[in-house]
């Protein structure tokens, strides 16, 4: 079989994974809290990091793959590939989850209480958190400058920036994310701010860390 579509079908697997899970966890984090979607969110990103880090280097979001495409770490064939097993495993997933609950697509939308009342400052959290969580994968995958704990690492900041940006966007910083609940619970109101910020960071951090903090650097 060839070794990009087994990445492809790894990466619509991972982010299955993660649109799933996090569903869920934002779903129900209006009772339980916050914490309850970083946790969820943080740590099915670890799982898949292990899972599949060494099959597609597990991106399961966009915007990492448009990132390290922009620094010159993945070819374009190869990205393209990616971003559409990524949407599709968002989109699966969601549909999936609005079997199984037909509440919880809704609730488990990217969205937080900037969303509707100021979408664009929205975004521009969700470019700074992108940002944060673009500058892991970088550091410590990329640069392998985590080694065997990138994956920890990752799945970390993902979780840390939810806990500091889930009440006010929902702390997607994932296109896949968003856009998978979004187009089954038929609310696509906020989905370009969204996106714009959400590439918008994860470009920067491309140009940071793929041109300026290199592994060269000390």
């Known amino acids: 079989m060839n070794e990009l579509f087994r990445a492809s079908i790894a990466e619509f697997i991972g982010t299955f994974m993660l649109v799933f899970?996090?569903?869920?966890?934002?779903?129900?984090a209006g009772q339980q809290g916050v914490v309850v979607a970083a946790l969820g969110h943080g740590l099915i990103l670890v799982g898949?990091?292990?899972?599949?880090?060494?099959?597609?280097g597990a991106h399961v979001n966009p915007a990492i793959t448009v990132s390290l495409l922009i620094g010159g770490k993945i070819k374009i064939d190869r990205a393209m590939y990616y971003v559409v097993a990524q949407l599709l495993g968002a989109v699966v997933a969601a549909a999936v989850a609005g079997v199984l609950s037909s509440?919880?697509?809704a609730a488990?939308?990217?969205?937080?209480?900037?969303?509707?009342s100021a979408v664009?400052?929205?975004a521009l959290f969700e470019a700074v958190l992108t940002?944060?969580?673009?500058t892991a994968v970088w550091q410590t995958a990329v640069h392998g400058r985590g080694g065997d704990l990138a994956g920890v690492a990752i799945g970390l900041t993902l979780a840390a920036s939810i806990l500091a940006g889930g009440v006010f966007t929902g702390a997607s910083l994932n296109p896949a994310r968003t856009l998978g609940p979004a187009l089954i619970a038929g609310d696509l109101s906020?989905?370009?701010?969204?996106?714009v910020g959400i590439?918008?960071?994860?470009i920067i951090a491309a140009l940071v860390h793929g041109f300026i903090l290199t592994a060269e650097s000390k």
């Open 21 to 28: 899970v996090g569903i869920f966890a934002a779903g129900i």
């Open 48 to 56: 898949i990091a292990y899972s599949f880090g060494k099959i597609s």
């Open 103 to 105: 509440d919880i697509v």
């Open 108 to 116: 488990g939308q990217t969205k937080g209480s900037l969303t509707e």
């Open 120 to 122: 664009w400052t929205a």
């Open 131 to 134: 940002f944060f969580l673009a």
């Open 190 to 195: 906020y989905v370009i701010p969204y996106l």
């Open 199 to 202: 590439f918008a960071g994860a």
